[in-house]
């Protein structure tokens, strides 16, 4: 079964406001990533956040991460058209990475 | 430098036909991925190969076979195809270590008749 479970399954907010997608896993990682797949295409690396860390930025992105609950969000701040897309989380435990079912956010104009 | 590059990019088959997906990756990367994507659903590994000359399954590796060739390249194999077969499938590879991200091909879209 897939590691990591995201909530919600989808996501539709104005254009310049702020989207949260969460995350939930089952077992011990080493870190946690988050992607981004735009329609027909394949996934672009986003954030990648280790497993001893609470927090992480990248531009326009703010992950989280709790390893007691584990669960991780992505916020995306100020968004724009150009982040409609699906976004999943994938659970990093040693050799192997395991996606979730992923978020699917529309940016509405 | 392409990056990962998976051929064909889309295929059309009989149920029962067999084919081989190719993937090559020009990174050095010594760990390389193979998943499906359903509709719907996020990626599944099916196989991955930690390093040259070792494999091993993933979630859902039942109906397939993979080889990998050498360092670059890691191919995934339908003996018999089966329409629930029919997806996307991504290579995928990385540098070895829990610290690294994974690069993605652009896919091969897979229809089982």
């Known amino acids: 079964s897939q590691q990591g479970e995201e909530d919600p399954q989808a996501l539709s907010i104005q254009e310049g406001e702020n989207a949260t997608m969460n995350c939930s896993y089952k077992?011990?990682?080493?870190?946690l990533q988050w992607y981004r797949q735009n329609s027909g295409r394949g996934l672009v690396h986003l954030i990648l956040?280790?497993?001893?860390?609470r927090e992480k930025h990248s531009g326009r992105l703010r992950v989280t991460l709790d390893t007691s609950k584990k669960s991780s969000s992505l916020l995306i701040t100020a968004s724009r058209a150009a982040d409609t897309a699906s976004y999943f989380c994938a659970t990093d435990g040693y050799d192997k990475i395991i996606f979730g079912k992923g978020t699917r956010l529309h940016i509405l104009p | 430098n392409a990056g990962v590059t998976q051929t064909p990019k889309f295929q059309v088959l009989k149920t029962g036909q067999s084919m081989t997906l190719q993937c090559a990756q020009d990174?050095?990367?010594?760990?390389m991925y193979w998943y499906r994507q359903d509709p719907g659903m996020g990626l599944r590994l099916i196989y991955y190969?930690?390093?040259?000359?070792?494999?091993d399954k993933g979630e859902v590796p039942n109906g397939y076979n993979v080889s990998r060739l050498n360092k670059r390249e890691f191919s995934l194999r339908l003996e018999s195809a089966a329409p629930s077969q029919t997806s996307v499938y991504f290579c995928?590879?990385?540098?070895?270590?829990?610290?690294?991200?994974?690069?993605f091909g652009p896919g091969t879209r897979l229809l089982v008749l």
């Open positions: 995928a590879s990385r540098e070895a270590g829990d610290r690294e991200t994974q690069y």
């Open positions: 956040i280790r497993s001893n860390e």
């Open positions: 990174m050095n990367h010594n760990s």
């Open positions: 190969s930690a390093s040259e000359g070792t494999t």
């Open positions: 077992t011990s990682i080493n870190n």
